[in-house]
């Protein structure tokens, strides 16, 4: 379940569900309001200990406010915080908004397509990533608050490699089990089966039910997305398991066994990235049509191809890759 709680963070409240004209009354914004007050303060406890109220900020509207200030900032602005994101084994160093989320600043600021943002009010568990085990709305999580070493870890840290057998055993289970339609809900729902496996390694229905309580499949596959998790489960206590869709997705299990161990691997930047990641599938799809190409991956940056050295070389990969239309640097 996408647990908000855990983090600190208020997901749901009455205050989410208040109208742009009530706000407009009042003079100011929800988001306005965290700066100066609530999640501002409690961000600076995180971020700096405890040092509070040593600046103010004025919100359109309404009174001067106290916000936070503090040694160790230098001269960014008081409404903003330097911290640390340990995301998937890697530390990226931000200066943060104190109203910007963890999705926005994974986004945004670090070019990282690794959660999707569905409702972005901590409803639907799309944005689902987690920190220090435990499953968060992304979307609900100030990046302020993630100063002091928590670990962060997305869908894009599970997998070893390339394929579908470097797959970590939940993303295998989704994929070769049809979990997923659209794809939209898809690294949320397995990034809170990795937290609900991690405590519960032989759930019940109703312990998957729960676990992934915070996580809606517009969808409705939830059929499969059920068998993906027991399947999951089952192939990480040891047990041998077999795939639901197995049989019609066996080529892209079974082209890269046969030739793993001669075949060569590289990713390549796109020269222009992608529009949406929405984009990639056709290019991927032509790709893996062709003979000698064993698998393909990536996002609207990055396209990894793994190929046949029989068949193919890098100069050949590119030239094939510019007659699509998508040079690589
Ligand atoms: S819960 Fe974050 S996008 Fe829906
Ligand atoms: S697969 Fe479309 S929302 Fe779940």
């Not at 991690?198 to 997305?225: H, M, V």
Request: aromatic share 4%.
């Amino acid at each position: 379940m996408a647990d908000v709680g855990s983090s600190g963070q208020s997901g749901t409240t009455g205050q989410d569900h208040e109208t742009a004209g009530t706000e407009a009354k009042r003079g100011f914004t929800r988001r306005s309001f965290l700066v100066g007050a609530g999640a501002g303060a409690a961000t600076a406890g995180v971020v700096l200990g405890g040092a509070i109220a040593t600046n103010t900020i004025t919100l359109p509207g309404a009174a001067t406010v106290p916000t936070t200030g503090g040694s160790g900032q230098g001269s960014i602005p008081a409404t903003m915080r330097r911290v640390t994101l340990d995301i998937d084994a890697t530390k990226h160093e931000v200066v943060v908004d104190n109203r910007e989320t963890l999705w926005e600043t994974m986004t945004y600021q670090l070019g990282l397509s690794n959660s999707n943002l569905g409702c972005d009010r901590a409803q639907c568990g799309a944005c689902a990533v987690l920190v220090d085990g435990k499953a968060v709305n992304s979307c609900s999580l100030l990046s302020s608050r993630l100063g002091k070493n928590q670990v962060i870890g997305t869908v894009a840290g599970l997998s070893t490699g390339v394929g579908v057998a470097a797959l970590h055993p939940i993303q295998r289970s989704f994929w070769l089990n049809g979990g997923f339609q659209c794809g939209i809900c898809t690294r949320g729902f397995i990034m809170s089966t990795v937290a609900l496996l991690k405590t519960t390694p032989n759930p019940t229905d109703d312990q998957i039910a729960e676990g992934l309580s915070g996580n809606i499949c517009r969808c409705g596959e939830y059929s499969k997305i059920f068998t993906s998790v027991k399947v999951a489960a089952a192939e990480m206590r040891g047990e041998k398991v077999t795939y639901l869709a197995a049989p019609v997705l066996m080529g892209a299990v079974q082209v890269a066994a046969p030739v793993a161990a001669t075949a060569v691997s590289k990713a390549f930047e796109f020269a222009a990235a992608l529009a949406t990641i929405e984009d990639f599938d056709p290019i991927a799809e032509k790709l893996k049509g062709t003979s000698g190409v064993l698998d393909v991956g990536g996002s609207e940056r990055t396209i990894t191809v793994k190929w046949d050295p029989a068949k193919f070389d890098e100069t050949k990969i590119r030239a094939l890759l510019a007659g699509l239309g998508h040079a690589v640097k």
